[in-house]
């Protein structure tokens, strides 16, 4: 009698780690890169994505975020918005630099 | 027989008001001096200080927050931060740029 293959077997938690790390990244490129690639996570079913940039992309986040919603996507809202500061090892030493989290849902 | 003055006729309203227009508009001026007028706005009594910037001054805004409350003071923390959308009149037409309104409170 062959045994049956457990189903459940097959779950694996790598969807749910995905989710969990739904983050963005913004950097120096064009900010519509980076809208897109937050309009993405949200197509592929992410119920939230982070946006984190440090430095002069401070700016590009808060533009990024402000843009997907308002323009793309009119039922993300801005969940939670953090700001840290980082430490870098520079040539003439450690510089501290500003960073930020910009958290964007899905609905309320 | 002199009438006694009312001492409460002297009360204004001028202290409430300054109270809620404690906000230093961060430009494009070195990041220390921002720093400097919201630690004196702290000094004067206020409770709470709103740093508010917009388009490429949103990254010193957060500069100006962050080292106002990890290197002179140490109590205060982060109420609020809010982000948003402006529309300017521009030689080529609207331009829309990104704001931000970061609100510092003494204490917890």
Redesign the interface.
Known sequence: MAEEKPAVKEEKPVKEKAAAENTVFIGTKPVMNYVLAVITQFNMGSGEVTLKAR?????RA??A??ITK?RFLQNVV?RD?????EELQAESGTI?V???E?VLGMGK
Chains 1, 2 share one sequence.
């Open positions: 430095g002069k992309a401070v700016s808060v533009d975020a402000e308002n801005v918005i953090r700001i840290g500061t501290n500003s960073t930020i910009i």
